[in-house]
């Protein structure tokens, strides 16, 4: 019988000898604690044996055992037992050696500070404030515990032994600072702890992959606080991956230790998630649906659906992350033993404006969740097929589920300069406001739309055909598809410079065309961005970047009665429903908005270092261009690039002139120079 010896201790180890001993390897599984040993079943082919040895004890083990293959799969970051472990196998260089190391994790690492040891990390959090969450474990205890002031604000995770719970208490810890328990831990379970820790601050080993890392980092960045990871060691040892490991065993061993990859091997699973699309009804279901509808022990979804569903499992009719994610949890945590089945089902496609999103990210990170997702037909997509207009030249949307200040500036736009939009709709509500929409557009820019309506598609549907004053007050509920023709779609323009003749005017000073597109090209704007500009005037800035982008969210602040009154006639001029006026006076009307991404100020009212200062409280990396005329104003602007250290500054001087005609001649007319001075904040 082939023989391995393996130095454990952690989940790698744990499944390396419970593998090998089913695939019929005699095995002897070493661990440091009582603690250790507690994952492990142990049976006639596995003997786990408890202590912590030094070389020459494992090298008189290896010469007692004589096994074939040596194995560590110790911690990361058990830099001494792992060269323990290197010269016992140099006093046993016949005996072949595997040393499996841990993988890294995917994670967004945007909150995290790294440190190469922790003492640096310790020393660190000196300068925090608030409460520490430690899931270093206990061994580094004393390390973070050597500041008096640090320990106070310590509540530390610890596994529930009594060498560490003794750790603790001889480190100045009291019980209300300690959560003795045993893991794996989700990224619900890390998310309620780190709340009612009240944590300002996690702290963890960069262990890789199985170590529970990247639920860790996830739930402190849904949290909004920092993490502080401590690396590995700086050199680490040579050694290759779980899976690799595996395969290396099979070959040396001689034994059949996995059919289908270990990527596919999740020992801690124990709910199976099929997050399934519903397709338009129970006749439109996918093989793939119906059979994991088939072998499901619960199911999640509307009661349309489950009322559609002749099966045994359970029905939960939720379909909402906040919902179903309670019951996942307590399932998990009840399962001793084997896994369970579940279904999630949503409406349509799962990858087509669905509720699969947002659970599948609640889900991913958590070790005893495996979930795939089932696609399904989505309501588009058989809606274009029923009428015969395909959907690849179309603009496709969603106004279910979404904020109406979200998908009305996308409608808008959409509509006005494409031949075809497909919208998912919540029923006759959204229809009656597209109506609106479309004939208000037909008014204002002689444009001329044609509506295509499914309704129930599949189940009693009904399709019609309408105009946009139908659309208006269309009687119809229930799920509905639209489909919207413009047969005189608009160019868009890609890029500012609209004409100073095509606003309203009166004596409300304007920015003119070409210090506009200048400003804008500067503030250098994308997809999403929010833009204050400050000084609004008539609002020709504001609708310039309004018209460039529906995702665009644009504040025009500006406190004249006048000029808000122009402000609002040139955004309904425009159709704009992502230009907001605020009639207030800067910097007060800044501190209820949302944390801006670029900021234009036409006017300050010599205000502009204190509307500076408001910015950089509310962020960092924000885009700022200034329009100077005055020299009191440059003189402003000039003395707050020093006063706040900006220097990327970059100053431009544009001088315009113009020809105007008079008589048989053209003359060209200047204008005031400009000063564009743009830096990021």
């Known amino acids: 019988?082939?023989?391995?010896?393996?130095?454990?201790?952690?989940?790698?180890?744990?499944?390396?000898?419970?593998?090998?001993?089913?695939?019929?390897?005699?095995?002897?599984?070493?661990?440091?604690?009582?603690?250790?040993?507690?994952?492990?079943?142990?049976?006639?082919?596995?003997?786990?044996?408890?202590?912590?040895?030094?070389?020459?004890?494992?090298?008189?083990?290896?010469?007692?055992?004589?096994?074939?293959?040596?194995?560590?799969?110790?911690?990361?970051?058990?830099?001494?037992?792992?060269?323990?472990?290197?010269?016992?196998?140099?006093?046993?260089?016949?005996?072949?050696?595997?040393?499996?190391?841990?993988?890294?994790?995917?994670?967004?690492?945007?909150?995290?500070?790294?440190?190469?040891?922790?003492?640096?990390?310790?020393?660190?959090l000196e300068e925090t404030t608030g409460n520490i969450f430690l899931t270093t474990g206990s061994k580094e205890l004393a390390t973070f515990c050597k500041n008096e002031e640090v320990r106070s604000r310590i509540i530390a995770r610890v596994i529930p032994s009594v060498e560490s719970l003794n750790l603790c208490t001889e480190n100045g810890?009291?019980?209300?600072?300690?959560?003795?328990?045993?893991?794996?831990?989700?990224?619900?379970?890390?998310?309620?702890?780190?709340?009612?820790?009240?944590?300002?601050?996690?702290?963890?080993?960069?262990?890789?992959?199985?170590?529970?890392?990247?639920?860790?980092?996830?739930?402190?960045?849904?949290?909004?606080?920092k993490c502080f990871v401590i690396n590995r060691p700086a050199a680490p040892m040579e050694g290759v991956s779980y899976e690799d490991a595996l395969i290396e065993l099979q070959s040396l061993l001689g034994v059949k230790l996995t059919e289908r990859g270990f990527s596919e091997i999740t020992p801690d699973v124990k709910i199976h998630i099929s997050m399934a699309g519903f397709g338009m009804g129970f006749g439109t279901l996918t093989d793939e649906v119906k059979e994991a509808v088939n072998k499901a022990d619960i199911i999640f979804g509307a009661v349309r659906m489950l009322s559609a569903i002749d099966c045994k499992a359970k029905k939960y009719p939720y379909y909402l992350a906040k919902d179903i994610l309670p019951v996942l949890n307590e399932k998990a945590d009840s399962i001793t033993h084997g896994t369970i089945n579940a279904v999630v089902l949503f409406s349509g496609d799962t990858s087509f404006f669905s509720g699969t999103k947002n659970l599948y990210e609640a889900l991913r990170l958590d070790a005893r969740f495996k979930v795939k997702v089932l696609p399904g037909i989505s309501?588009?997509?058989?809606?274009?097929?029923?009428?015969?207009?395909?959907?690849?030249?179309?603009?496709?949307?969603?106004?279910?589920?979404?904020?109406?200040?979200?998908?009305?500036?996308?409608?808008?736009?959409?509509?006005?300069?494409?031949?075809?939009?497909?919208?998912?709709?919540?029923?006759?509500?959204?229809?009656?406001i597209i109506g609106e929409i479309l004939q208000d557009l037909e008014q204002r820019f002689k444009l001329k739309f044609e509506i295509w309506a499914g309704y129930n598609l599949y189940s009693n549907e009904k399709l019609v055909c309408m105009s946009s004053a139908k659309c208006s007050v269309a009687a119809d509920d229930g799920l509905c598809v639209l489909l919207i023709k413009n047969k005189r779609p608009l160019a868009k323009r890609l890029a500012p410079g609209l004409s100073d003749d095509d606003f309203l005017r009166n004596k409300t000073p304007m920015s003119k065309e070409e210090i506009r597109a200048l400003s804008i090209c500067k503030l250098g704007l994308t997809e999403n961005a929010y833009v204050y500009d400050i000084g609004a005037?008539?609002?020709?800035?504001?609708?310039?970047m309004g018209l460039l982008n529906p995702s665009i969210n644009v504040y025009a602040i500006e406190f004249k009665e006048e000029a808000c009154k122009l402000i609002k006639e040139n955004i309904n001029k425009f159709a704009l429903t992502n230009v907001n006026l605020v009639q207030a006076v800067a910097p007060e009307a800044l501190e209820d908005l949302p944390t801006p991404t670029h900021i234009f100020i036409g006017g300050s009212g010599g205000r502009l270092e204190e509307i500076i200062t408001l910015l950089k409280n509310k962020g960092t990396g924000i885009r700022v261009v200034v329009n100077a005329v005055t020299l009191?104003?440059?003189?402003?602007?000039?003395?707050?690039?020093?006063?706040?250290?900006?220097?990327?500054?970059?100053?431009?001087?544009?001088?315009?002139s113009k020809a105007k005609t008079i008589g048989d001649y053209n003359v060209m007319q200047a204008q005031n120079p400009v000063y564009i001075v743009s830096f990021t904040i």
């Open 379 to 432: 309501s588009i997509s058989a809606f274009a097929a029923k009428l015969g207009e395909s959907y690849e030249d179309a603009v496709v949307m969603s106004t279910h589920g979404v904020e109406e200040t979200v998908w009305q500036p996308k409608l808008i736009d959409a509509v006005k300069y494409s031949s075809k939009v497909y919208t998912l709709t919540s029923g006759g509500k959204d229809v009656r």
């Open 537 to 544: 005037g008539s609002g020709s800035v504001s609708v310039e």
């Open 173 to 225: 810890l009291t019980g209300k600072q300690i959560i003795a328990m045993q893991g794996p831990f989700s990224l619900t379970m890390n998310r309620a702890q780190i709340r009612e820790t009240k944590a300002a601050v996690v702290v963890l080993k960069n262990s890789g992959k199985g170590s529970g890392e990247a639920q860790r980092i996830e739930a402190a960045r849904l949290e909004g606080i």
């Open 632 to 656: 009191e104003t440059i003189a402003e602007v000039n003395r707050i690039l020093k006063d706040f250290a900006i220097s990327d500054a970059d100053v431009v001087q544009a001088s315009i």
């Open 1 to 124: 019988m082939k023989k391995a010896i393996i130095f454990g201790g952690t989940t790698e180890g744990r499944m390396l000898a419970e593998k090998l001993s089913v695939a019929g390897v005699s095995v002897v599984y070493l661990v440091a604690t009582e603690y250790g040993k507690e994952p492990v079943d142990e049976s006639t082919g596995l003997q786990v044996r408890i202590g912590r040895m030094d070389s020459a004890q494992m090298a008189e083990l290896i010469k007692a055992e004589n096994p074939d293959v040596i194995i560590d799969a110790t911690h990361p970051f058990a830099e001494l037992v792992k060269k323990e472990i290197d010269t016992a196998i140099f006093l046993s260089p016949s005996t072949s050696f595997i040393r499996v190391i841990r993988e890294g994790v995917e994670a967004d690492y945007s909150n995290c500070t790294f440190f190469d040891d922790a003492q640096s990390c310790a020393k660190a």
